[in-house]
């Protein structure tokens, strides 16, 4: 099954502002909303965003999500030693009939 | 509490079947999906099916399709992911998770993972 592209590692000092992409095709992200998931190490996934730039209660507003056409990105600004984790992109698959995930990315602080 | 509780680690030799339960409990079952996601060491998330726990219907990723079997009970509110035939590749966290009425399309609430572990 086919996965979302995401480069494997970003990083940054605290305080500044990294950005994750996610790259995808015309049945995942070019024609469904777009999830990121934060996970810690030895810990299950959490969502961070959903439908694109929604955020859930309790996730702070420096983590921020936006989309265009094939393609997503997830922006920490304001990064704190905290966010040191797995960052994945999701989309439904139209092809999959179930969501596609991406590679994920390692975010180091 | 909303919560999703799994069934605790399996080791398993290779050709043999597990089969994990996902507990849930503070909010409606049969409201959602149930889905099962699965990650190998060191790899990333890997979708592998889900069911409607209100019908039993089930939608399996094609890759695990003849060996993935999802039930539910709907009077103790959990969900079952047998697999069979079991591989060493198939070593991983496997976590169940859903979508509450917080969200949308999104899964919001997931189990703690059950590592499976497939060795001879």
């Known amino acids: 099954q086919s996965v979302l592209t995401q480069p494997p590692s970003a990083s940054g000092t605290p305080g500044q502002r990294v950005t994750i992409s996610c790259s995808g095709s015309?049945?995942?992200?070019?024609?469904?909303?777009v999830n990121w998931y934060q996970q810690l190490p030895g810990a299950a996934p959490k969502l961070l965003i959903y439908?694109?730039?929604q955020r859930p209660s309790g996730v702070p507003e420096r983590f921020s999500g936006s989309r265009s056409a094939t393609s997503a990105s997830l922006a920490i600004s304001g990064l704190q030693s905290e966010d040191e984790a797995d960052y994945y992109c999701?989309?439904?698959?139209?092809?999959?009939?179930?969501?596609?995930f991406g590679t994920g990315t390692k975010v180091n602080v | 509490q909303v919560q999703l509780v799994q069934s605790g680690a399996e080791v398993k030799k290779p050709g043999a079947s597990v089969k994990v339960s996902c507990k849930a409990s503070?909010?409606?079952?049969?409201?959602?999906?149930m889905h099962w996601v699965r990650q190998a060491p060191g790899q990333g998330l890997e979708w592998m099916g889900s069911?409607?726990?209100?019908?039993?219907?089930?939608d399996y990723a094609e890759r695990f399709q003849g060996r993935v079997t999802m039930t539910r009970d709907t009077s103790i509110t959990t969900a079952y992911m047998e697999l069979s035939r079991l591989r060493s590749d198939d070593t991983a966290v496997y976590f169940c998770?859903?979508?509450?009425?917080?969200?949308?399309?999104?899964?919001?609430?997931w189990g703690q993972g059950t590592l499976v572990t497939v060795s001879s």
């Open positions: 998770a859903t979508e509450t009425a917080a969200v949308t399309d999104a899964f919001d609430l």
């Open positions: 503070g909010y409606t079952f049969t409201g959602s999906y």
């Open positions: 069911i409607n726990p209100n019908s039993g219907d089930t």
């Open positions: 015309s049945s995942d992200i070019g024609s469904n909303t």
């Open positions: 439908n694109g730039n």
């Open positions: 999701a989309s439904w698959d139209d092809s999959l009939n179930g969501p596609v």
